[in-house]
């Protein structure tokens, strides 16, 4: 079995982010000249904060680094005046843990406050064609409990089930923290020997930041291996795709699009989501694109994705 990859720099994401970005320019007219054509200003999140009806908030690398809280994010959410959400590709944890884990690092929300990926799951299985259809889960042991749909009928990797692997007519791709050199790997590879099914990405980031510097590959690294041994579909659930910033809309009914602002460490799940719905997008360099700094427009030139907004952090 093998061990989780190693990721040198962002420069070797390029092609691999590239496909969400077609993914996501087939299915809306006029994405790429919008995703080209942001005006990347400088500011600060004070400022901006003032400027729009809804501020959605991506979490690892914009709140927080580990379990540490990035200086100053938590005075200046604790401040804001106006409704936010924590939109996170976290399909691991639960909204009550995502809460506590935040308190602990002194932020004061609570769970009307989140939205992960992992509760898109449910709303966007129930309405597609995937509804009842039985699954393999990669995730945590908490993935499988608060957002698998219907385990014990769908899951075919649950606890003590006995059905084929092979039943399995699509993978959930959710977190691969017990999946390499696990058994969830080895179940993966056993069954796309025995056939191809899409893999739907609950978390499509493809790394997050370590808090002692570098990238760590995640979900969505796991989920392009896959589909590009096995020559397997993709389709997302989280950021940037459309079903998680739908559940947002939900929230906030009657809102015009261009009155929310996405603020995001990620060019191609954060800003290219955003732009996708029609939201501002702002790009914190608190996160994975701190080291481009100067440099920003190198790295947004080679994505062609080029955000509203740039700011240093939250704190600022």
């Known amino acids: 079995m093998s061990h989780k990859p190693r990721i040198e720099s962002q420069d070797s994401l390029t092609e691999r982010y590239a496909r969400y970005r077609r993914m996501l320019c087939c299915v809306t007219p006029g994405l790429d000249g919008l995703l080209r054509s942001g005006a990347m200003h400088r500011t600060s999140f004070a400022w901006l904060s003032q400027q729009f009806d809804v501020i959605l908030l991506d979490a690892y690398g914009v709140l927080n680094l580990g379990d540490q809280a990035i200086l100053g994010a938590a005075q200046a959410v604790n401040a804001l005046r106006l409704p936010y959400l924590v939109v996170s590709n976290n399909a ?69 089930s006995s059905q084929p692997l092979e039943e399995a007519e699509y993978i959930l791709m959710c977190s691969n923290r017990d999946y390499y050199g696990q058994e969830q790997e080895r179940g993966v590879n056993d069954l796309l020997q025995r056939k191809r099914v899409p893999v739907l990405l609950a978390n499509p980031d493809l790394v997050t930041p370590k808090l002692q510097g570098g990238l760590e590959a995640v979900a969505g690294f796991t989920a392009m291996e896959l589909a590009e041994r096995f020559d397997l579909t993709l389709e997302g659930i989280g950021k940037p795709f459309t079903p998680i910033f739908q559940e947002v809309v939900k ?16 060019l191609d799940t954060d800003v290219l989501g955003a732009k996708a719905m029609g939201f501002a997008s702002c790009l914190t360099l608190s996160g994975a ?28």
């Open 251 to 266: 929230q906030f009914p009657g809102i015009p699009p261009h009155r929310f602002l996405m603020v995001g460490d990620t």
């Open 92 to 160: 691991s944890q639960s909204p009550q843990g995502m809460v506590r884990r935040f308190s602990e690092m002194g932020f004061v929300m609570d769970v009307d406050h989140i939205l992960s990926s992992g509760m898109a799951i449910a709303p966007y299985i129930a309405h597609s064609d995937y509804r009842d259809r039985p699954y393999f889960l990669v995730g945590s042991q908490e993935s499988m409990t608060v957002y698998a749909p219907q385990p014990e009928k769908l899951m075919v990797n649950r606890l003590g």
């Open 289 to 316: 694109c701190a080291a481009w700094g100067a440099n920003l427009e190198v790295l947004c030139d080679a994505r062609a994705i080029r955000p509203d907004y740039v700011i240093s952090s939250l704190n600022y």
